[in-house]
């Protein structure tokens, strides 16, 4: 039978406890449970306007990304201040699902998507502890122009991590990067994945996927288009002008209207400076 990836992070846990009793001298080191390993890994709980949401915090960045919930990204969290009880919330790039929790909390209906695996453990995870399993449904895939099986690259396997690129091994600066793993993945369009699934049509959709950005708004045209879509919030390096010029006209021409560009002042002087999130509407 295989184990959860759960039952693995709490064995990696346990067997750190057991090695330091026995390093200690303590015979029992054996009898050391996952359960107690688990009460180990630090729940961090944020307080938010609105409620205390809790993380799963195994290392040291998805402890930095609950702890900046409030701070990191202030601009998307008054974003989703605005949207009605019962929208429906696409977060495309959740990473461990900061802000689909916080929409989730305001009665929002979330549909998270994330390609990266340890991500993907943390987000279910705090779905779990927040008791958020009605409102957000978390899938492993990603969003591309067209569907299909490709390889997801990864920067990195850090817990909590980002910077990883599907399909086009390129960074959000738009430079070739070397992948520390490849991870196979699916891959579809935005239309392709709402025509062939059914699921609810988004209300908002946030794209934060570092890199890709044109070709999952290419593979949005006909969503793009429809009415229902009542607000897009994706972020863009603004220091690649054409690039930023291209995906906006994209967008506008589904008959979306730039709102604003902003960001956190906390990255001023930082190599992500010309990073922001472009925000646009019906």
């Excluded at 195994?58 to 601009?75: F, I, M, Y």
């Excluded at 070739?176 to 935005?190: C, D, E, L, P």
Aim: charge should be positive.
């Amino acid at each position: 039978m295989k184990r959860s990836a759960k039952e693995s992070v709490l064995e990696f846990f346990s067997k750190i406890l057991k090695s330091s009793f026995y390093a200690l001298g303590t015979p029992n080191g054996n009898l050391i449970s996952a359960h107690v390993a688990e009460k180990l890994v630090p729940i961090v709980s944020a307080p938010t306007p609105v409620g205390m949401i809790k993380f799963f915090c195994p290392a040291p960045l998805p402890e930095w990304r609950a702890r900046t919930l409030l701070t990191k990204e202030p601009e998307t969290l008054q974003w989703i201040d605005q949207f009605e009880k019962g929208d429906v919330f696409w977060d495309i790039g959740a990473n461990v699902g900061v802000y689909s929790l916080y929409a989730a909390f305001r009665q929002v209906k979330v549909r998270a998507f994330e390609p990266s695996a340890p991500n993907y453990y943390l987000i279910n995870r705090n779905i779990e502890l927040n008791g958020l399993d009605d409102r957000i449904s978390a899938y492993c895939l990603a969003f591309t122009d067209a569907s299909g099986l490709d390889l997801f690259y990864m920067s990195n396997t850090e817990l909590g991590g980002a910077l990883n690129s599907f399909k086009d091994q390129v960074d959000w600066q738009g430079q070739a990067f070397r992948a520390a793993v490849k991870q196979a993945m699916i891959g579809y369009s935005i239309d392709d994945f709402l025509e062939r699934f059914r699921p609810d049509f988004p209300n908002h959709i946030k794209i934060d996927v570092d890199g890709i950005e044109n070709k999952i708004i290419a593979g949005a045209a006909k969503t793009l288009g429809d009415p229902r879509l009542k607000s897009l919030l994706v972020e863009l390096d603004s220091s690649r002008v054409k690039y930023c010029d291209s995906v906006m006209g994209m967008i506008r021409a589904g008959g979306m209207k730039f709102v604003e560009k902003r960001r956190s002042p906390i990255f001023d002087n930082t190599p992500y400076a010309s990073s922001f999130n472009y925000f646009f509407r019906r």
